[in-house]
C-alpha cells in the first residue's frame, strides 16, 4: 500500500537554501514592476492635474454652450461634430463588428479563409490612426469626391474600431461556457435562437462594455479627423456632408491663439473619456451580477 506524503512536512535543508537562493531575484522583479506601475501612475496623475489646474479657471457654460463666432469661440461646433461621428462611426462598426464576431465565435471553423479574416482584423488593429486618417482623405474627400465632410470622417472612424469592436465581442462570446450551448440544444432550439437566446444575453455585459468603450476612442481620436472632416471650427455643421470639427481637434484648433481654451477643452474631453470607461465598466458588472 502506498504511502501517501506529509505535504505539511518541513522541506530539506537543500531545498530551502534553493528556495531562499532563488527568492532574490522574484523579489528585484517584483520591486521593478512596482516602481515602473508607480511611474506609470504618477505621470498619468501630472497630466490630468496639469490640464485641470490650466482648464478649470476657464470653463464656464457660455464657453460650453454659447453661440460661436469668430472672436468668440464655443464648443458648440466641436460637440455637435463629435455627435454626428459617434452616430455614423458607431452606428456603422458596431452591427457589422457584433455580427462578425458572432460568425467567427459560433460558425466558422479553423479553415484557410477564416484564418484570413483573423490575420486581417489583427492586422487592421494595429494599423495607426493617421494611416486610416491618409486612408479616408484619399478615397471619401479625393476620390469619392465628397471634400471634408463628417460623413467621411465618420465612415473612416468606423473602419478604424471595426477591428477592436470584433477582438472583443468574440472574446465576450467565448468566454460563455459552452455547456449552455448545449443545454439549448438539448432542449430542441436551433443553432440562431440558442445565439440569441443564450449565449448573446451571457455575453451582454463584455458587448456593452465593448460598445461603450469603442464611443470614446471615437470621442478622443484627433489624426483620422484632421484629414477627413476639415477642421472647420467658425461654422456649425447642419447635415453629416458638411465639413466641421471635433472636441479633439478643438484642442489642436484652440492651441495657438487660445491656449487657456485648449486646456478647458481638453477638461471636458477628460471628463467624457472617463466618464464613458467608467460607465462601461460600471455597466459590465451591472450586467454580470444581473446574470448572476
Same mark, same amino acid.
Given at each position: 500500500?502506498?504511502?501517501?506524503?506529509?505535504?505539511?512536512?518541513?522541506?530539506?535543508?537543500?531545498?530551502?537554501? *534553493?528556495?531562499?537562493?532563488?527568492?532574490? =531575484?522574484?523579489?528585484?522583479?517584483?520591486?521593478?514592476?512596482?516602481?515602473?506601475?508607480?511611474?506609470?501612475?504618477?505621470?498619468?496623475?501630472?497630466?490630468?492635474?496639469?490640464? *485641470?489646474?490650466?482648464?478649470?479657471?476657464?470653463?464656464? /457654460?457660455?464657453?460650453?454652450?454659447?453661440? @460661436?463666432?469668430?472672436?468668440?469661440?464655443? *464648443?458648440?461646433?466641436?460637440?455637435?461634430?463629435?455627435?454626428?461621428?459617434?452616430?455614423?462611426?458607431?452606428? &456603422?462598426?458596431?452591427?457589422?463588428?457584433? *455580427?462578425?464576431?458572432?460568425?467567427?465565435? +459560433?460558425?466558422?471553423?479553423?479553415?484557410?479563409?477564416?484564418?484570413?479574416?483573423?490575420?486581417?482584423?489583427?492586422?487592421?488593429?494595429?494599423? =495607426?490612426?493617421?494611416?486610416?486618417?491618409?486612408?479616408?482623405?484619399?478615397?471619401?474627400?479625393?476620390?469619392?469626391?465628397?471634400?471634408?465632410? /463628417?460623413?467621411?470622417?465618420?465612415?473612416?472612424?468606423?473602419?478604424?474600431?471595426? =477591428?477592436?469592436?470584433?477582438?472583443?465581442?468574440? +472574446?465576450?462570446? /467565448?468566454?460563455?461556457?459552452?455547456?449552455?450551448?448545449?443545454?439549448?440544444?438539448?432542449?430542441?432550439?436551433?443553432?440562431?435562437?440558442?445565439?440569441?437566446?443564450?449565449?448573446? =444575453? @451571457?455575453?451582454?455585459?463584455?458587448?456593452?462594455?465593448?460598445?461603450?468603450?469603442?464611443?470614446?476612442?471615437?470621442?478622443?481620436?484627433?489624426?483620422?479627423?484632421?484629414?477627413?472632416?476639415?477642421?472647420?471650427? @467658425?461654422?456649425?455643421?447642419?447635415?453629416?456632408?458638411?465639413?466641421?470639427?471635433?472636441?479633439?481637434? @478643438?484642442?489642436?484648433?484652440?492651441?495657438?491663439?487660445?491656449?487657456?481654451?485648449?486646456?478647458?477643452?481638453?477638461?471636458?474631453?477628460?471628463?467624457? &473619456?472617463?466618464?464613458?470607461?467608467?460607465?462601461?465598466?460600471?455597466?459590465?458588472?451591472?450586467?454580470?451580477?444581473?446574470?448572476?
Amino acid at each position: 500500500m502506498a504511502v501517501r506524503q506529509d505535504k505539511t512536512a518541513p522541506l530539506p535543508q537543500k531545498a530551502r537554501k *534553493l528556495s531562499g537562493r532563488h527568492r532574490a =531575484p522574484y523579489t528585484f522583479l517584483k520591486i521593478i514592476s512596482f516602481v515602473c506601475a508607480g511611474i506609470a501612475v504618477a505621470a498619468l496623475i501630472g497630466i490630468i492635474v496639469f490640464i *485641470l489646474i490650466r482648464g478649470v479657471p476657464h470653463l464656464s /457654460l457660455d464657453f460650453i454652450f454659447g453661440e @460661436n463666432t469668430a472672436a468668440h469661440p464655443t *464648443l458648440v461646433p466641436g460637440l455637435i461634430g463629435t455627435a454626428y461621428l459617434v452616430m455614423i462611426g458607431a452606428g &456603422v462598426a458596431i452591427p457589422i463588428g457584433i *455580427l462578425t464576431a458572432i460568425y467567427l465565435s +459560433e460558425y466558422a471553423g479553423k479553415g484557410k479563409v477564416v484564418r484570413i479574416i483573423r490575420l486581417a482584423i489583427e492586422t487592421l488593429a494595429a494599423i =495607426p490612426s493617421i494611416v486610416y486618417g491618409l486612408f479616408g482623405y484619399i478615397v471619401f474627400v479625393l476620390l469619392f469626391g465628397w471634400g471634408y465632410t /463628417l460623413l467621411g470622417g465618420g465612415l473612416t472612424v468606423s473602419i478604424m474600431i471595426l =477591428p477592436t469592436i470584433i477582438r472583443s465581442v468574440e +472574446e465576450s462570446l /467565448l468566454s460563455v461556457p459552452s455547456i449552455y450551448r448545449e443545454g439549448s440544444h438539448a432542449l430542441g432550439a436551433s443553432k440562431v435562437r440558442t445565439i440569441f437566446s443564450v449565449v448573446l =444575453p @451571457n455575453a451582454a455585459g463584455g458587448i456593452v462594455t465593448a460598445v461603450i468603450l469603442a464611443i470614446g476612442r471615437i470621442i478622443s481620436e484627433s489624426a483620422v479627423f484632421i484629414l477627413t472632416i476639415g477642421m472647420l471650427q @467658425n461654422g456649425i455643421p447642419r447635415s453629416p456632408t458638411d465639413p466641421g470639427t471635433s472636441l479633439a481637434l @478643438n484642442v489642436y484648433y484652440f492651441a495657438s491663439d487660445w491656449p487657456e481654451l485648449s486646456a478647458a477643452t481638453a477638461v471636458v474631453l477628460l471628463v467624457l &473619456v472617463v466618464g464613458l470607461n467608467l460607465l462601461a465598466t460600471g455597466v459590465g458588472k451591472l450586467i454580470k451580477r444581473d446574470r448572476q
